[in-house]
T-cell receptor, first 113, second 113 residues
Framework: DADVTQTPRNRITKTGKRIMLECSQT?????MYWYRQDPGLGLRLIYY???????NKGEISDGYSVSRQAQAKFSLSLESAIPNQTALYFCATSARTGVETQYFGPGTRLLVL | QKEVEQDPGPLSVPEGAIVSLNCTYS??????FMWYRQYSRKGPELLMY????GNKEDGRFTAQVDKSSKYISLFIRDSQPSDSATYLCAMSAGNTGFQKLVFGTGTRLLVSP
């Protein structure tokens, strides 16, 4: 089984809808991250969490919120989706002392119409 | 100017060729350098990780860091069709506090049989 899983893998939604992307990990890592990937822009950090009570904004957090329900679960929400949030979204994890060695999930492909 | 620059390619080579993938960066504080491989419709997978300057070899892969030139490279010897993927460089300033990973946009590599 994969160490980092994401659901759903693909999602089509309409402008204004609220959606949630979920991430689970079995690596036992404390740190979890949400990124989006866009052509020509690379991976950009949306939010990161060092533990259940420690959640921080990344470089592009506007329009997004997160919830760390447990050490192993980290969800990303789009409160009111807009077309420019169409992207590939990745969850990643790392150990407490290994921020540079992050392990990525398979991604969620999101299309906002 | 982006902190990390990477040629998007595609780079097309025949099977068995030596491949050189490169990134340049502007932040002299970067100390940790990584290469990720991303297959189509998959999440990035950590390939190589180097701290500070120098070379690191792992099988057919060699990572090289030249901090004086702010230039990192990944060499692939005896390239195989299964190496066809997008290669992302990533770097961070260290693990004191939180130093986010900064990614290049990726170079797409195509190895033909």
């Amino acid at each position: 089984d994969a160490d980092v899983t994401q659901t759903p893998r693909n999602r089509i939604t309409k402008t204004g809808k609220r959606i949630m992307l979920e991430c689970s990990q079995t690596k036992g890592h404390d740190r979890m991250y949400w990124y989006r990937q866009d052509p020509g822009l690379g991976l950009r950090l949306i939010y990161y969490s060092f533990d259940v009570k420690d959640i921080n904004k990344g470089e592009i957090s506007d329009g997004y919120s997160v919830s760390r329900q447990a050490q192993a679960k980290f969800s990303l929400s789009l409160e009111s989706a807009i077309p420019n949030q169409t992207a590939l979204y990745f969850c990643a994890t790392s150990a407490r002392t290994g921020v540079e060695t992050q392990y990525f999930g398979p991604g969620t492909r999101l299309l906002v119409l | 100017q982006k902190e990390v620059e990477q040629d998007p390619g595609p780079l097309s080579v025949p099977e068995g060729a030596i491949v050189s993938l490169n990134c340049t960066y502007s932040n002299s504080a970067f100390q940790y350098f990584m290469w990720y491989r991303q297959y189509s419709r998959k999440g990035p997978e950590l390939l190589m990780y180097t701290y500070s300057s120098g070379n690191k070899e792992d099988g057919r892969f060699t990572a090289q860091v030249d901090k004086s030139s702010k230039y990192i490279s990944l060499f692939i010897r005896d390239s195989q069709p299964s190496d066809s993927a997008t290669y992302l460089c990533a770097m961070s300033a260290g693990n004191t506090g939180f130093q986010k990973l900064v990614f290049g946009t990726g170079t797409r590599l195509l190895v033909s049989p």
